[in-house]
């Protein structure tokens, strides 16, 4: 079955140390994103690709950062920067760009950082 | 700012009963709209979407929703829910002028048997 795996679902830091989230889709999508989800705020970009060795920022990336080496491979990390890192990351791909093709979903991943 | 709102936060409801869940987004011109649901456990996904055409569309599991462009809504509507449609819904708009996808902050459903 074709789909996006995130790994870990839960993931634990402590503050100050960075983390990386694990996006990997092989439905052989162009575009990949990472959204936030956090209680009564819906989903907000961090970061979109629409193509490998490319990516942009979305409405908050700042302290995270994006690579996009492999088309099947969008990881996030999240820095030691973001000043409110505990929350729920969902990565989506989407065969066009955003909002032109619907996206499909991960299962997400609840980084708690103490 | 552009935005997409849900203003029903929690909706409870009774097996049976008719349900309408409100979307509204504030931008201008050209818009495709979604409505996607996260059920318990589960992954977000596709609901129904509209781009063009027929502005009445039908998703999967009975769930409709009209596209009424000079209030700016996307409502979402199922004549009779089920207890297997409680789930989270978000709606989410792409404006064609800034090609910007904005999600609103999701209605939580409870339906009771």
């Known amino acids: 079955d074709g789909g996006i795996t995130q790994s870990p679902k839960y993931l634990f830091r402590k503050e100050g140390q960075n983390v990386t989230l694990s996006c990997e889709q092989n439905?052989?999508?162009?575009?990949m994103y990472w959204y936030r989800q956090d209680p009564g705020q819906g989903l907000r970009l961090i970061y979109y690709s629409q193509i490998v060795n490319d990516f942009q920022k979305g409405d908050i990336a700042e302290g995270y950062s994006v690579s996009r080496e492999k088309k099947e491979s969008f990881p996030l990390t999240v820095t030691s920067a973001q000043k409110n890192p505990t929350a729920f990351y969902l990565c989506a791909s989407s065969r066009e760009g955003q909002g032109n093709s619907p996206l499909h979903f991960g299962n997400g991943t609840r980084l708690t950082v103490t | 700012a552009q935005s997409v709102s849900q203003h029903n936060h929690h909706v409870i409801l009774s097996e049976a009963a008719s349900l309408e869940l409100g979307c509204n987004y504030s931008y201008g011109g050209t818009v495709n709209l979604f409505w996607y649901v996260q059920y318990p456990g589960q992954h977000l996904q596709l609901l129904l979407k509209y781009f063009s055409g027929d502005p009445l569309v039908k998703g999967i599991k009975g769930f409709e929703a009209e596209f009424i462009k000079s209030k700016f809504s996307f409502n979402l509507r199922k004549p009779s829910v089920q207890w297997s449609d409680t789930a989270e819904y978000f709606c989410a708009a792409l404006s064609y002028n800034t090609d910007k996808l904005i999600f609103g902050t999701g209605t939580r459903l409870q339906v009771f048997p």
């Open positions: 439905l052989n999508h162009d575009a």
